[in-house]
């Protein structure tokens, strides 16, 4: 009969397993902007790569505005990928509003609707970073069904850290008898 180890040694175990492996592997830490809240009426996941729904479509922000913590935090950018149900969403980029607790206010490049199709995505771009600290509104207008405009749904953003991994030396070192064998 086996039995499992107490809590505490299972602690122990893992958190031995994850600084080998971080030792193990070069990782850089750095910021990002992510979606951290969504509104209660609005269903979704908030993150790095918030997904949400509005009214039938399905959507995902991202933040593209990834730094490592050394450096100084870029300008907001996001990509809004679309995955609607059926044809007849519109987007207008222009229509999307970033907004600071001081008033201030950016929106993206844009202008005109364009139809949404599974997979399309934009890039938005604006002239206001998310401080580390602080957070900003994010007002997603400009989505349309047909002929009818949807209620614009605010977003709040925020600037989260983060740790990926560079480089695996382990692995590189397992693979590497491999690698000189085949004449790599």
């Keep these: 009969m086996r039995h499992a180890l107490p809590s505490r040694a299972r602690r122990a175990v893992v958190a031995a397993l994850f600084g080998l492996l971080s030792a193990a592997c070069a990782t850089t830490r750095y910021t990002q902007s992510a979606v951290v809240a969504l509104p209660p009426d609005v269903k979704g996941k908030a993150g790095s790569a918030a997904s949400l729904e509005i009214e039938g479509l399905k959507l995902r922000i991202e933040g593209l505005d990834r730094a490592p913590q050394s450096q100084a935090i870029p300008r907001l950018a996001l990509r809004i990928v679309f995955e609607p149900r059926e044809l007849g969403y519109w987007f207008d980029p222009g229509q999307v509003v970033v907004r600071s607790a001081d008033g201030g206010e950016w929106r993206a490049p844009g202008g005109e609707y364009r139809p ?53 030396y382990w692995l590189e070192i397992l693979l590497a008898p491999f690698a000189y064998g085949m004449g790599v």
Aim: proline letters at 6%; aromatic letters at 6%.
């Design 116 to 168: 949404v199709y599974p997979k399309a995505s934009f890039d938005l771009a604006f002239d206001a970073t998310v401080p580390q600290g602080a957070s900003l509104e994010l007002v997603l207008g400009g989505l349309a069904r047909g002929q009818q405009r949807l209620e614009p749904v605010t977003l709040r953003l925020a600037r989260r850290s983060g740790r990926t991994i560079d480089r695996v």
